[in-house]
Structures are given as C-alpha cells and as structure tokens.
C-alpha cells in the first residue's frame, strides 16, 4: 500500500447532509469572543495533569473536532473521535501517512476512524512530514500540544498543551487545517506560527530578542542558525538552559558547543523530553510542534504559538530549569 494514498469521500459531511465544505470551513463563532491576542491560554503540563486532560478535551466536542496530528495510536483518543462523530460532531483529522518513516503506524487509527464516519484523510505531500499536533473543538477552542496522541505522549513524556479560546486564533489553526486538506498554501494568523512559512524567522528573533535569559526543550538542535543564535545569545550575557532527551553520552556539536559556551545543557530521560518550547527572558513563549533542526523548521507542517503571556513562561521556565537540574551535561 502506498503510504501517500488520496483522499477519501468527505464521509463526515455526507453522513450529516451538512452544507458545510472543507473547502469553506464555518466562521468560529465562540460564545465569548475576545480580541485578537488578548485572551490568556491555559497551560496544561504532562505528564503532571494525566492523560485524561486531553480526553476530556476531546471529549469536551459537541458540534465539531478537527485535527492534524502527527501519530495516533492511543486507543482511548481513536476512541474518542470516533465517539464524537457517532454523536453527530463533524470530526475532521489529517493524519501524517508516515511517521518516523514508518508508512503503517497509522493505518489503524485511519481505518477505524473511517469506519465510524470520521472524514480521515493522509496528508498530501507538499511537507517532509505532517508533524503537527493539534486541534480545534466547536470552532471556539484551539489545542495546540507538543505531544502526538500516543501512550507515551499522553501518560510518560514530558509535554505541554496549550488551551486556546482566542477567535483570531481558533478561526486561524481551521484556515490551515482546511488547506493541508487539500495541499493548497495559507499563511498563519493571530499568535499561531508555522512551518513552513514562519517558525524560523520567529524562533531566530525570539532567540535574538532576549536579553537576560532563554530556557528551551527540544528534541533536535541540529540547525545551524538557531545553534548560532544561541551561542550569540550567549556572548552577550544572556543565560541559557537547554534540556534535551540526550543521551548525553556521545551529543552532537551543538550541544558540547553550547556548554562550553556556558550554557546550562543537559540531557534529562525522567520524565522524557518530547515538548519543544523557547521562554525568553521569562514572558515570552513558544510552545508548539517545532523541533530546531532545517526539516522541521523549513518542509514540515508544524503549528505552535507565540504567547507573551509571563504566567506560562514563567511556569514553562520553572519545568525546564527543574528538569535541567536533574540531567546529565552532554559528552562528547
């Protein structure tokens, strides 16, 4: 079976006779608007608040849930989708057909979602890989998580998950969720940042921007602007702290380049780091999908957003220094 298979009916649509197309996705239309930016997003930490923080966001669902994720594997998550969309929801998800390069991992999830009428579709091949994870409820919320719908993701890694009632925001992510549908181009709004289109410039001037402080997770750092950044941010005083889920033994040069500058760079394995955040000088935040390698940054769909909002910076900060004290510094 090829991985990159088309996209099937619109069965959801179909089995609701809804007039609504993915094509024209329905104007959010929450029950308290708020302006453009304004509206604080909650913060929700794994693997401290437990997988059923983010089933219950799901379940939460009661006239729609539209997604694009990365992997999904749980069987309480398929569950809950297809449960959404027996109770009349229109459920939407775009499924990356082959992550870790692995084109069965989410043929299970694909088939019994479209089994229970969920419009699944694989993501067509204008990124490297669909690596986003993320979804919107009632076109009122936004989740943005830096964790797939796995067991790992939901009950052992260190993630974030980020709640976001913003109109700007929620009517943003389904602009973009509608185009991946159909590989057409659109660019991020409100506080959303994306790969393609924005995650470089916006992680490189968030790095450039700070001044007395950045605190990072990440899977990857093998870009070599960020790694300069960085080591910039460095020279001019600024303290950095960087976990990463290692091993430490054996790092790359970005990572022994980083402590020799005098960075705080440590592998850290309990919990496991999978969540990618940036807090600069302790107000502002990035959480989202984005690893700092060039795949992720330029030819992935990735989607996170950009907060000045210093409540979840500073609590964001607090989990990486807590998790950097416990790690190992990197070996080269």
Not at 133 to 160: I, M, P
Not at 187 to 206: C, M, Y
Request: aromatic share 4%.
């Amino acid at each position: 079976m090829s991985p990159r298979r088309a996209p099937p009916p619109l069965l959801a649509l179909l089995a609701l006779g809804s007039a609504c197309s993915i094509l024209e996705p329905p104007t959010p239309t929450p029950a308290s608007p708020a302006p453009t930016g304004d509206r604080p997003v909650q913060l929700l930490i794994e693997p401290d608040a437990g997988r059923a923080a983010v089933l219950d966001l799901l379940a939460s669902a009661r006239t729609s849930l539209w997604m694009e994720m990365y992997l999904l594997t749980d069987d309480d998550a398929i569950a809950a989708l297809a449960g959404r969309a027996a109770a009349g929801c229109d459920v939407r998800v775009i499924l990356e057909p082959a992550p870790y390069q692995q084109a069965g991992a989410n043929q299970a999830a694909y088939d019994r979602l479209a089994a229970a009428g969920v419009d699944v579709r694989w993501s067509l091949p204008r990124f490297t890989y669909t690596h986003a994870k993320a979804f919107t409820v009632d076109h009122a919320r936004l989740v943005v998580l830096t964790l797939n719908l796995t067991g790992s993701g939901l009950g052992g890694n260190r993630e974030y998950v980020a709640v976001d009632d913003d109109a700007a925001d929620v009517g943003a992510a389904e602009a973009i969720f509608a185009a991946d549908a159909l590989g057409a181009g659109t660019a991020p709004a409100g506080r959303l940042v994306t790969s393609p289109e924005s995650s470089r410039p916006t992680l490189l001037a968030l790095v450039a921007g700070a001044r007395t402080s950045l605190a990072l997770e990440t899977e990857e750092l093998t870009d070599g602007e960020v790694v300069s950044a960085l080591l910039d941010a460095r020279a001019r005083g600024v303290a950095v702290t960087l976990a990463w889920p290692g091993p430490a033994q054996g790092a790359g040069a970005p990572f022994t380049a980083l402590l020799a500058a005098g960075a705080l760079v440590r592998a850290v394995s309990v919990p496991s780091i999978h969540g990618k955040v940036v807090v600069a000088d302790g107000h502002a935040l990035y959480l989202g999908s984005a690893n700092l390698s060039p795949t992720s940054l330029d030819a992935d769909r990735e989607l996170g957003l950009l907060l000045a909002q210093p409540e979840a910076a500073a609590e964001v900060g607090a989990v990486v220094a807590a998790g950097a004290t416990a790690g190992a510094p990197p070996v080269p």
